[in-house]
C-alpha cells in the first residue's frame, strides 16, 4: 500500500459538525463562519479575521484591500506555488520576483534590497514548508518606506517567529485550509489583519463588495466561506497545535535519521517551524530519488519544478488569450531574470510524506526505505 505525501486529517466530529449544518438548512455565509473568524483571529494573535473561499481568494482580497493596483509592483519569492504570483497579477500590479535562501527556501532580504524601486507597493514573504521568512530582516531593507508586508501563510498556521505567530507580524496574512494543510476546511481562506480598514474592505470585496443587502461600494467578488466550511474549521482549529506537535515529532524523527545522507531542513535560531511539507535536497539525482521511493511506495515529489518567473504563462502576459489583464503588461517580460538559489531548489528538493494522523509505522516505513534509497544515490 503506498504512503501518500500528505492526507486530511478528519473524524467523527467534524462530521458530526457538518451533519449539523447541513439539517439545518442555513449552510451560506452565517454565525458559524463569524464564529471560526473570531476564534482564528484569537489563535493567531490578530485583532481581525475575514473568512473566504480559497487561499488564492485570501491574496486576492487581502492585496486589494491594501490598495494595490495598476502601475504597482509587488515582490514576491522566486521559489513558491503560482497562487502567490497570479495573486498579484488578478490585482493588476506586477510581480518583482526576489530570490530565496537556499537553507530555509524563504525570501533573501539582501536580494529583495536590489529589487525594491518607487513602485513597490507590498511585500509577500511566504512562509514556506511551515518555515518563517526572516520578517525583521525584511523590515529592515523596507526601512520608512510605505510598504505593506502581506504575510502568506498558506503553509504555516501556527508556525512561530520569534515567539509570535505568523501571520500576525505584517499589515496582514493570508492562510490556505485546502484539505493538505496542517488544518482544513474541505477548501478556504482566511485574511488577518490589525488594520480596521483592511478589515473592513476584505469583508466587503469577498461578498461583490457590498457594505450592506445590496449596497455596493466596490468591484468585488463572490469569495464567500460556506457554513459548512466553517463547521470543519472550528473543529480543526482546536486540534491545530496537536496537529502541529506531531509533524514537529516526524520531522524530528526525519531529521535524526536521515542526517548525514541527504541535507535535512535548516531550521533558523528566529523560527519554530510546523512542517507543512518536509524538504531534503538529494542533488541533481533527485528524480531519480523520487522514482526509487515511489516504486518501493512512497509517494515522495518533487519540489516545485521552476522558479516563478519561468512559468510558461509568465512569457504571456501580455496575450489576450492567456492574460485578461494584458493590456497591463505590455513590453514586461521576466525571461531575463537569474535566481540561481530558486533554480538550485527547484533541481534538488524532494519532499517526503508528513500529516498529523500518520502512524508509526508509517514513518518508520518511510524512514526504513528512504534510508535503502538515499544510501544507493
Partial sequence: ??????????????????????????????????????????????????????????????????????????????????STASSVILSGARPVFI???????????????????????VIIPVHIHGHPADLDSIREVLGGREICILEDSAQAHGALYKG???????????????PTKNMTTGEGGIITTDDEYVYEKARAIRDQGQVSKYEHHYVGFNYRMTEINAAIGIVQLKKLDEFNARRREIASIYTQELSG??????????ADPVWHLYPVRVGRRRDEAVKRLRYLGI???????????????????????????????????????????????????????IYSCMKDEEVKEVVEKARRVFKSL
Fill in 1 to 82: 500500500m503506498m504512503i501518500p505525501i500528505a492526507r486530511p486529517c478528519l473524524g467523527e466530529e467534524e462530521i458530526r459538525e457538518v451533519k449539523k449544518v447541513i439539517e439545518s438548512g442555513m449552510i451560506a455565509q452565517g454565525k458559524l463562519v463569524k464564529e471560526f473568524e473570531e476564534a482564528f483571529a484569537s489563535y493567531i494573535g490578530s485583532k481581525y479575521a475575514v473568512a473566504v473561499s480559497n487561499g488564492t481568494a485570501a491574496l486576492h482580497v487581502a492585496l486589494i484591500s491594501l490598495d494595490v493596483g495598476p502601475g504597482d509592483e509587488v515582490a514576491v519569492p522566486s521559489y513558491t506555488f503560482y
Fill in 99 to 121: 530570490d530565496v535562501d537556499v537553507r530555509t527556501g524563504t525570501m533573501d532580504p539582501n536580494n529583495l534590497a536590489s529589487k525594491i524601486t518607487s513602485k513597490t507597493k
Fill in 164 to 178: 509570535s505567530k505568523v501571520g500576525s507580524l505584517g499589515e496582514a496574512g493570508a492562510f490556505s485550509f485546502y
Fill in 261 to 270: 545522507l541527504v541535507d535535512t531542513p535548516f531550521v533558523a535560531e528566529w
Fill in 299 to 353: 509517494l515522495a515529489r518533487p519540489a516545485y519544478p521552476m522558479p516563478l518567473q519561468k512559468q510558461p504563462v509568465m512569457s504571456r502576459l501580455a496575450d489576450r488569450k492567456y492574460n485578461f489583464l494584458h493590456v497591463l503588461f505590455k513590453g514586461v517580460s521576466y525571461s531575463d531574470i537569474e535566481t540561481p538559489n530558486a533554480e538550485k531548489l527547484a533541481r534538488e528538493l524532494l519532499y517526503l510524506p
